[in-house]
């Protein structure tokens, strides 16, 4: 005889009918029902056990985050230098917002607005960003843990703005790459260099 899913296999098969969801309809023409009907419960189940339908997007959105967020440790393994890793670790997360399909739909499309919105109010987001920016200015030597900062926390807050308003406008034809990194160590890297002491790698590569 066959079993249900347990709660953590039903959840995922919720996030996975949700992301379909948003490749197929849009985020912002996805409804609690679809989400449902993906995933082979009633709607009335879906709230009860998951939430609302923005309680999901953002688990969606966490969970594609964070597989991002292991790929770009993965990308950064070779850069010592914490102001390159910054640069860099930030010029990887705008390409891969664009390329990766759920964030594409999420962030490079008409929903990009309510995303945004969304994802900015979103804890688990703005701890991935902390996750990789406070050991970088931490002083040397010493822990990378240093408690509450509200200076942190605008910085991440910052840093979330930056990407997401790249990946959604792109800007002139001719903003390529090189032009988006020369932006981000000219303009970005003084914050961090204001909170950790970072040099500014060369704007040349």
Do not use: N
Not at 42 to 57: M, Q
Not at 155 to 178: C, E, H, K, N, Q
Request: glycine share 8%.
């Amino acid at each position: 005889m066959s079993q249900e899913p347990g709660p953590s296999a039903e959840f995922e098969a919720v996030l996975d009918a949700a992301a379909a969801c948003y490749l197929r309809f849009g985020v912002d023409k996805t409804t609690a029902a679809d989400i449902a009907r993906g995933a082979g419960i009633s709607r009335a189940t879906l709230y009860r056990r998951h939430g609302s339908h923005e309680a999901i997007f953002l688990a969606v959105l966490t969970r594609e985050s964070r597989e991002m967020a292991r790929d770009a440790e993965r990308h950064l393994a070779s850069i010592d230098d914490p102001a390159e890793r910054v640069v860099e670790g930030m010029m990887f997360a705008i390409g891969q917002i664009a390329e990766r399909p759920v964030h594409a739909a999420v962030f490079t499309t008409d929903s990009a607005g309510w995303a945004a919105t969304q994802a900015l109010r979103l804890t688990a987001l703005r701890q991935l960003g902390e996750a990789g920016i406070r050991p970088l200015l931490a002083p040397a030597g010493g822990p990378a843990d240093v408690g509450p900062d509200p200076a942190m926390d605008d910085l991440v807050d910052w840093m979330l703005r930056i990407l997401i308003s790249y990946a959604a406008v792109p800007g002139p034809a001719d903003l390529d790459p090189d032009d988006i990194r020369r932006q981000l160590t000219a303009l970005f890297l003084p914050a961090l260099a204001g909170l950790g002491g970072l040099a500014a790698p060369s704007p040349t590569r």
